[in-house]
Each structure stands twice: as C-alpha cells, then as structure tokens.
C-alpha cells in the first residue's frame, strides 16, 4: 500500500533560479540527437532525454500560446514571438488547463476536471489534486512533434515554465524514474509550493520551490514564506497561502504560529478547524464559527486549550459505502445527529470513502460538513491510490497529537505499512505516552485498525508484532483505544487494556445487531482520569 515518495527541489527567489538538486538518472545519452525531418527519433534517447534536451529539439522563437497566459510567457520567453493557440499545431505550446483536457485526452498524462477540485493532474491512473501542479509533455502527434506546457491553474503552469527552464539551464537533471515513457511520448509532473499569489512567477517576498514526482507528490506542511516573513506553525499546517492570508488547518487545541527574524508585516490568518468556545484567543482575534482569523504583524502567538474539566467527544468510523461513490445515508443521519450534539470535537476512525477514488471524495466533500472541530484518522480504504495525496491535501500528516484538559489524543497511522507499524511510529508513540506522563495527563490512542479482534476467530487487527508493541505501550502508560475498521460497536478490556472499537458509521456491519452489529457514534465523557463511554444507535 505505501508508496514511495520522492522529489527533486529547487528553490526560486526573486525571478531567479538559486539553487537546485540533482537526484539520480540521466538526461544525456553522451550525445545529441537533433531533429529529423521525419521528426524527433524518441528512440534515440534514453528515459527522459528528449525532456532534457526540449531547448535543442524545439524552436523557441515561437510559442503558441492559451488567452490569459501571455504574461507567463513573455517573463519565460522574452525574445518569442507569441502565436495564438487556435493555430497550434506542433512545436512549443503554454496552455490553460481547459485547452490541455481536451489537446491531451486519452494520454497517459494530462490535465483532467473534476467537481469540488477543479482541474486536476493525471499521472497513469493517480489524480492529483490543487491548482499548484504543472505538466511538462512531449510526444509526436500527426501534425508534427509537441512540447506541451501546462498544468491545473495559473502556478501549476509557471511551475512548469520553471521546471523547463532550469533543466534547460542544467540546474536540474531530469529524473527518469519520475518520468512518463512510452513510444513517443514523455512526461513529467512538477509541483511548486510558494507561490502565493498564484500567478506563476516567482517575486519578491515568495520563495518557491518547484519538485517533480510521479508516486507521491511532497507536501509542505509547517513553513512558508509569505511577504517576505518566514512563518512556522506548531500545533497545525498550512493549508493554503493566498496573497497575504495565512490559512492554518488546526490538528489540535494549542497553536503557535511563529515568524523567524519578523519586518513587520502584517498578514492575515485564517486558523481552521478550531472551537473558540475550548480556547485562549489571542487579542483582536475574531471568531467565525469553526475558524478564527486574525491580522497581525506580531511576531509569535499562540491559541491555547482552555482550562477544562469534564467535556465530551464525540466517535465514529468506518462511514465508507459498500462500493461506489456515494456516501451511505445513514452517514449523513450520523453526521446530523453529530452536529446536534453538544461536544468539544470529533473523532473519525477512518474509511472515509471506499477506494480512495477521486470521485469518491467528491462525493464525500460535498456533504462533510461539520460545526465542530474533526480530527481523522487514516484508513486502509482511502489510504491506496488516489487517495493516499488526496487524505494528505485535506487533513494534513498523518501521525499528531494534541491535550486538552487531562487527556492527550495521539493519532497515529497504522495502514501504511500493511497494518504493520514501523520502528519510528513507535518510537514516536512512547515519546508521546512520555509527554503525557510528564504533563500528569492520560493518553488516548486513535488508529483506525486496533491491536486485537473482540469476535470470536476474528482476525481483522494489526499484525502481531505490531500489535504486542501497541498493547505493552498502552498497559505502561494507562492508556485510552479508540479505533475502528471492524464494522460494529465494542467496548472491553484485553489485558486490562480499555478498548473502544466503533465501526459503525455507514459501512457494511460486520455482526449481528445483538453482538455490536448496528449502526452507531459514541459520546465520550472525558471526565478526571475517568472515561464514559455511550453508544448512540442511529437506524438507517
């Protein structure tokens, strides 16, 4: 189920490329291959070289270009001369992502569309989601030889001017493991982060680094640069930047946003997936239902947890269909009766959608609404294809933990691996029992598959290994189980180790209604080193 990430960087400042890496592969096979009448011979290179050598096999004195990206190509091409799109027919071509949908349909790269995300990237069978992914291709076609430069909005395709430039300029070497091949064809998906106002070029104020990939795209989730103050969030990542606005996806009750060797500027934050009514605001925050936004030039400030006693929480997991896109309705009467509970957050076990689909999540987004503050766990359903970005994009990393009154919630992924967790995981785990310890707090464990199967022969937990690990840690430090990924409802002990499994949230049961078999969240009552535990059945 995992797949291996990888990318290569290159940091841009300033309209200027500064700095670059070279991660293996060759873009030269010793010599160089000119165009033939017939044109490119794409045999004659190996793996990447003819996107390697794009700036001797293309004529850049002319560049067809898409209405509305001129500007990008004038800053890239400044002596082309620039020619409308409609007249395209081979050679260099910058194109929005709607004339790439349809120029590169049926390709095993392109651009495609889809409701909620809007354009995304399409990299043999995995969709990438964001308008910050750009699309280098060339390939022949019937009207001659094309070097396509595209991507999913205004950044992606600057992004993709910049990577061609730098490999032009030899500051990357193109790598041919992240490379697209076929009988003529290549292709490469790049990535930038940083260019906050998304227009393609890098300025002043913006540092943007621009990776390519192929397996997993790289995420960049605690630091960015942002009119010209470097920001770092603790507690949180940055989900988006947007000109001078700051938006933070809370993974927890206590914030910190710090600026490192600060001008002054102010800038605004929008901090995301919060409930004001739990915590310490800093002065002229305002809050906006599930979010807090502030404008600030201050150099540190935090969003801490309230002093709280009692408070509750409410549980669910596995709300997945049976197949297919569409949310159960049973889900969304769950969701519903969520809403309507009073509570401090939300847990979900996972197995959010079935296959990780794009499409699934469509589906999903439209209808996740929540009034209250959701921390997810990662699923084995949604953690495989196209899901395994699509998670990262909308909730973050997937190993973090956060307090709030005498509990601290350590989430942590247990699917990654085959439901086999890694020495690191684990290691990270003690190390979060320890700071729970040392804080006087008992700790509450969420993973979406749990060490140990209540049913009788059940064999749907993590691997054996994994699981002793998981059970040891838990009876040394007093710890809390909330999982899921069995679909029904159980609360026990196994070795004196309380564990709760709630596995009802829409996904076929998995046990007669007798034996926990039903449709269900749960309400926990998080009271002074004392856990409540009460199921609420929800009929479909």
Same mark, same amino acid.
Request: glycine share 12%; hydrophobic share 40%; net charge neutral.
């Given at each position: 189920?995992?797949?291996?990430? =990888?990318?290569?960087?290159?940091?841009?400042?300033?309209?200027?490329?500064?700095?670059?890496?070279?991660?293996?592969?060759?873009?030269?096979?010793?010599?160089?291959?000119?165009?033939?009448?017939?044109?490119?011979?794409?045999?004659?290179?190996?793996? =990447?070289?003819?996107?390697?050598?794009?700036?001797?096999?293309?004529?850049?004195?002319?560049?067809?270009?898409?209405?509305?990206?001129?500007?990008?190509?004038?800053?890239?091409?400044? &002596?082309? +001369?620039?020619?409308?799109?409609?007249?395209?027919?081979?050679?260099?071509?910058?194109?929005?992502?709607?004339?790439?949908?349809?120029?590169?349909?049926?390709?095993?790269?392109?651009?495609?569309?889809?409701?909620?995300?809007?354009?995304?990237?399409?990299?043999?069978?995995?969709?990438?989601? =964001?308008?910050?992914?750009?699309?280098?291709?060339?390939?022949?076609?019937?009207?001659?030889?094309?070097?396509?430069?595209?991507?999913?909005?205004?950044?992606?395709?600057?992004?993709?001017?910049?990577?061609?430039?730098?490999?032009?300029?030899?500051?990357?070497?193109?790598?041919?493991?992240?490379?697209?091949?076929?009988?003529?064809?290549?292709?490469?998906?790049?990535?930038?982060?940083?260019?906050?106002?998304?227009?393609?070029?890098?300025?002043?104020?913006?540092?943007?680094?621009?990776?390519?990939?192929?397996?997993?795209?790289?995420?960049?989730?605690?630091?960015?640069?942002?009119?010209?103050?470097?920001?770092?969030?603790?507690?949180?990542?940055?989900?988006?930047?947007?000109?001078?606005?700051?938006?933070?996806?809370?993974?927890?009750? &206590?914030?910190?946003?710090?600026?490192?060797?600060?001008?002054?500027? &102010?800038?605004?934050?929008?901090?995301? &997936?919060?409930?004001?009514?739990?915590?310490?605001?800093? +002065?002229?925050?305002?809050?906006?239902?599930?979010?807090?936004?502030?404008?600030?030039?201050?150099?540190?400030?935090?969003?801490?947890?309230?002093?709280?006693?009692?408070?509750?929480?409410?549980?669910? =997991?596995?709300?997945?269909?049976?197949?297919?896109?569409?949310?159960?309705?049973?889900?969304?009467?769950?969701?519903?009766?969520?809403?309507?509970?009073?509570?401090?957050?939300?847990?979900?076990?996972?197995?959010?959608?079935?296959?990780?689909?794009?499409?699934?999540?469509?589906?999903?987004?439209?209808?996740?609404?929540?009034?209250?503050?959701?921390?997810?766990?990662?699923?084995?359903?949604?953690?495989?294809?196209?899901?395994?970005?699509?998670?990262?994009?909308?909730?973050?990393?997937?190993?973090?933990?956060?307090?709030?009154?005498?509990?601290?919630?350590?989430?942590?992924?247990?699917?990654?691996?085959?439901?086999?967790?890694?020495?690191?995981?684990?290691?990270?785990?003690?190390?979060?029992?320890?700071?729970?310890?040392?804080?006087?707090?008992?700790?509450?464990?969420?993973?979406?598959?749990?060490?140990?199967?209540?049913?009788?022969?059940?064999?749907?937990?993590?691997?054996?290994?994994?699981?002793? +690990?998981?059970?040891?840690?838990?009876?040394?430090?007093?710890?809390?189980?909330?999982?899921?990924?069995?679909?029904?409802?159980?609360?026990?002990?196994?070795?004196?180790?309380?564990?709760?499994?709630?596995?009802?949230?829409?996904?076929?049961?998995?046990?007669?209604?007798?034996?926990?078999?039903?449709?269900?969240?749960?309400?926990?009552?998080?009271?002074?080193?004392?856990?409540?535990?009460?199921?609420?059945?929800?009929?479909?």
């Amino acid at each position: 189920m995992h797949r291996k990430i =990888g990318f290569l960087l290159v940091i841009l400042t300033l309209g200027s490329v500064l700095a670059s890496g070279c991660i293996g592969g060759s873009s030269g096979s010793g010599k160089t291959t000119t165009s033939s009448p017939s044109g490119i011979d794409f045999k004659a290179y190996p793996v =990447g070289g003819v996107l390697a050598h794009w700036s001797k096999l293309f004529n850049e004195s002319i560049i067809y270009v898409s209405p509305g990206y001129e500007s990008l190509v004038r800053h890239y091409f400044p &002596n082309a +001369q620039i020619k409308s799109i409609s007249e395209y027919k081979s050679g260099i071509a910058v194109m929005s992502p709607a004339d790439a949908r349809k120029v590169l349909a049926g390709k095993p790269a392109l651009i495609t569309r889809r409701d909620y995300f809007g354009y995304v990237l399409y990299l043999m069978g995995i969709h990438y989601v =964001g308008a910050d992914k750009g699309l280098m291709v060339a390939y022949k076609s019937s009207e001659g030889d094309r070097l396509i430069l595209t991507g999913t909005g205004m950044a992606g395709v600057g992004a993709a001017l910049q990577y061609a430039m730098a490999v032009k300029d030899g500051k990357i070497q193109v790598n041919e493991a992240y490379v697209i091949h076929g009988n003529d064809f290549e292709a490469m998906g790049i990535k930038e982060v940083g260019d906050n106002n998304w227009d393609g070029i890098p300025e002043a104020g913006e540092l943007v680094t621009i990776h390519q990939f192929r397996y997993g795209e790289p995420f960049q989730f605690y630091w960015r640069v942002v009119d010209g103050e470097n920001v770092t969030v603790d507690g949180a990542f940055i989900r988006l930047v947007n000109g001078s606005t700051v938006y933070v996806h809370a993974l927890g009750f &206590n914030i910190t946003v710090n600026v490192l060797n600060p001008k002054g500027v &102010n800038l605004t934050y929008v901090i995301e &997936n919060v409930n004001p009514g739990f915590m310490n605001l800093p +002065q002229n925050a305002r809050a906006n239902g599930t979010s807090v936004v502030l404008k600030t030039s201050a150099q540190t400030f935090s969003l801490t947890p309230k002093d709280v006693g009692n408070y509750t929480v409410l549980v669910f =997991g596995d709300h997945r269909p049976p197949s297919g896109d569409k949310p159960p309705e049973v889900f969304l009467k769950i969701r519903d009766r969520v809403n309507n509970e009073s509570g401090a957050f939300i847990i979900d076990g996972g197995d959010l959608v079935y296959s990780g689909d794009i499409d699934q999540w469509v589906e999903l987004m439209k209808v996740w609404k929540w009034n209250k503050p959701i921390f997810v766990a990662s699923g084995n359903h949604e953690y495989q294809g196209d899901g395994v970005d699509i998670f990262t994009h909308l909730f973050g990393p997937t190993n973090y933990a956060f307090s709030l009154g005498g509990y601290r919630y350590i989430f942590a992924n247990d699917v990654e691996d085959n439901y086999n967790l890694p020495s690191r995981t684990i290691a990270w785990m003690k190390r979060q029992f320890e700071l729970a310890r040392e804080h006087g707090q008992r700790p509450v464990l969420v993973m979406h598959v749990p060490p140990v199967d209540p049913r009788p022969n059940g064999h749907h937990s993590l691997g054996e290994d994994s699981a002793k +690990q998981v059970l040891e840690l838990m009876k040394e430090y007093h710890a809390f189980g909330v999982f899921s990924h069995i679909h029904m409802y159980w609360y026990g002990t196994y070795d004196g180790v309380p564990i709760l499994i709630t596995g009802g949230g829409g996904a076929p049961l998995y046990a007669p209604h007798d034996q926990g078999g039903f449709y269900h969240y749960v309400i926990l009552s998080m009271g002074s080193g004392r856990i409540g535990v009460k199921p609420v059945e929800v009929t479909p």
